[in-house]
């Protein structure tokens, strides 16, 4: 896929060849980059509603998801640095953290500019629903003050808990996605 992730999408049985369609069944498994060794989940069975008007089906396993977002996890994906520069774009500073928490404000009279690390904690958890799927992130994400002299120090660390839902369309002819906050 990249170089954090290769697939293997070999054929889990010999293709059933029927007079209107031909069904292949792949394993759909995601590893970290040169690591095989077996993910921590068990592949559910699932079935593929019958629609015989279409051209092409391609269903994706909810295990399919699990695997890659445990062989990003793994490769250490899910952890990034936002630079003062990408802050300083959105105005985020001290003055701004001081504002919601007083020991900020007490700690860094002068304003400075910070930058966040944000890390996954856990490997997040992908659920498929009917229209949409779920992703549940456990992380941690902690602060810095980015002193004159390039120097960093560490405000505060926080955990952090995000749960949301992804839904996809096809608007003219277009993969489309609206991602929704939940809590």
């Known amino acids: 896929i990249d170089d954090l992730a ?3 999408y070999s054929l889990n049985s010999l293709p059933a060849v029927f007079r209107p369609f031909i069904d292949l069944d792949l394993k759909g498994i ?3 980059a040169g690591n095989y060794t077996g993910p921590p989940y068990v592949a559910a069975p699932f079935t593929i509603p019958d629609q015989s008007d279409s051209m092409l089906h391609l269903a994706f396993s909810e295990y399919f ?5 445990f062989a990003y996890y793994t490769a250490g994906a899910f ?5 003062e520069e990408t802050c300083s774009y959105f105005n985020i500073s001290t ?3 001081g ?5 900020v404000a007490k700690y860094s ?3 400075y500019p910070v930058m966040l690390k944000l890390t996954a904690t856990e490997i997040p958890i992908i659920s498929l629903e009917q229209d949409s799927f779920t992703v549940e992130i456990r992380g941690s994400m902690e602060v810095f003050a ?3 002299d390039s120097a960093t120090q560490s405000l505060f660390t926080m955990n952090v808990a995000a749960n949301t839902s992804i839904a996809l369309n096809i608007f003219d002819q277009k993969l489309m996605g609206s991602l929704c906050l939940n809590r």
């Open 6 to 8: 290769e697939v293997d």
């Open 146 to 148: 980015v002193l004159p």
């Open 65 to 69: 998801f699990q695997t890659s977002s």
């Open 109 to 111: 009279v002068t304003p």
């Open 30 to 32: 995601v590893y970290p």
């Open 79 to 83: 952890s990034t640095t936002i630079a």
């Open 99 to 103: 504002s919601i928490i007083p020991e």
């Open 95 to 97: 003055e701004i953290f």
